[in-house]
């Protein structure tokens, strides 16, 4: 019975991939709300990755020729990249980019390549702050997000792995560093979600430089920053491996104490349980049982923490992925959060980083940033079940 009921999240995906296409996804809600037109994004490139790790996971090619149909979309023979704007030195426009590896190792299409060059060359030319952090956006000048990392760095990672001998590997360990002493807060452990390095944001401490709340997304987004890139380093660099996994483990631990007691999730804004507004959030819990449960099967995380994400993956597949009349909906997703830079899409219009703000964002239904993550986790279930 407990695996019939995990199964449910295989039919829920294959009944995602079934209604979508590559120039209408029915799973980018942001697209869908705003009637935007088909463009390379990292909400695409989440759900992507989620399918290659389910190809991974099962071996079923419907999985690879789905994610090769939808990639074959945006990609040219030259590598040109439908919808992709270079100028706006955007670390989400990296994300999409992951998959590109297994194609062109699965494949040898060299058009996989050249995509990976032209990302590759927004990496060398992302501007950085004086630290030598990237930038998150060019809207954001000196502002590193949390998001960022998850965007950019398991990527370039496997990019100098295969190509340039590891030889940027410093720079991306820096990067981490910089956030690790700058963005974490010593009272809790958990990370702010930005910090700009001039003070000047609207939004920023002055004194720190840091936004006033965690927001679990974020959290979650660098819990799987850290564990992929973690995955990457493999065993060929031990010191590199030791200082993250050090991240990781802390980050985790301060996490849990968060964790919802009744649930085993967790809040949108994540120390602030009980407050009016608050919700369980769907994406953020997702993506801190995939780093548990990865963590765990690749030894850098206690092989107890598997069955605290499996925990966590069943009471979302019990809570939020509701089946009526055949009908799946995977509620109380995030729509989307961030910094400054532009209205907030609900009712409090000041993106400032205030409680107030981040429960104010739409709750959406079906998106991707909840759906992929959740696979994500499930294909750890596989694995381990396997």
Not at 143 to 154: E, V
Not at 259 to 270: A, G, K, R
Not at 311 to 338: P, W
Request: aromatic share 14%; hydrophobic share 35%; with cysteine.
């Amino acid at each position: 019975m407990r695996g019939e009921k995990m199964e449910k999240i295989t039919v829920f995906l294959e009944s995602i991939l079934k209604q979508s296409t590559p120039s209408q996804p029915v799973w980018n809600q942001e697209a869908i709300l705003e009637k935007k037109p088909a463009s390379w994004s990292y909400i695409d490139g989440c759900m992507l990755i989620s399918v290659l790790f389910m190809y991974e996971s099962t071996k079923n090619e419907m999985y690879f020729d789905f994610l090769k149909q939808f990639i074959d979309y945006y990609i040219d023979d030259e590598g040109n990249i439908l919808g992709y704007d270079l100028d706006a030195m955007n670390s989400d426009s990296i994300n999409e980019g992951k998959v590109l590896f297994t194609l062109y190792k699965k494949t040898k299409d060299e058009k996989y390549r050249k995509a990976m060059d032209h990302l590759y060359a927004q990496i060398q030319q992302q501007p950085r702050t004086n630290s030598g952090s990237f930038w998150h956006k060019k809207i954001y000048p000196n502002q590193i997000w949390l998001d960022g990392l998850y965007m950019i760095q398991p990527f370039y990672l496997e990019y100098e792995r295969l190509f340039n001998n590891g030889r940027n590997l410093p720079d991306i360990m820096q990067q981490f560093a910089n956030v690790n002493q700058k963005m974490r807060d010593e009272k809790t452990g958990l990370y702010f979600h930005g910090y700009d390095e001039t003070r000047q944001a609207f939004w920023a401490d002055p004194h720190t430089g840091c936004s006033s709340s965690f927001w679990t997304r974020s959290l979650g987004w660098y819990a799987m920053a850290l564990v992929d890139t973690i995955d990457l380093l493999k065993e060929d660099y031990p010191e590199e491996k030791e200082l993250l996994m050090i991240d990781l483990n802390e980050l985790i631990e301060a996490l849990l104490v968060y964790e919802d007691i009744e649930t085993s999730l967790f809040y949108q804004v994540t120390n602030q349980a009980g407050r009016v507004g608050n919700y369980l959030e769907t994406s953020g819990s997702s993506a801190i049982a995939y780093t548990l449960m990865k963590g765990a099967r690749i030894g850098v995380l206690p092989k107890s923490f598997y069955y605290k994400g499996e925990e966590i993956l069943r009471k979302i597949s019990e809570m939020k992925l509701i089946v009526t009349d055949e009908t799946y909906v995977l509620k109380d997703i995030c729509l989307v959060a961030g910094l400054g830079g532009m209205p907030g899409k609900g009712s409090y219009k000041l993106r400032d980083g205030t409680y107030e703000y981040y429960i104010s964002e739409p709750i959406v239904e079906n998106d991707a940033k909840g759906i992929a993550p959740l696979i994500y986790a499930y294909t750890e279930y596989l694995k381990n079940n396997n």
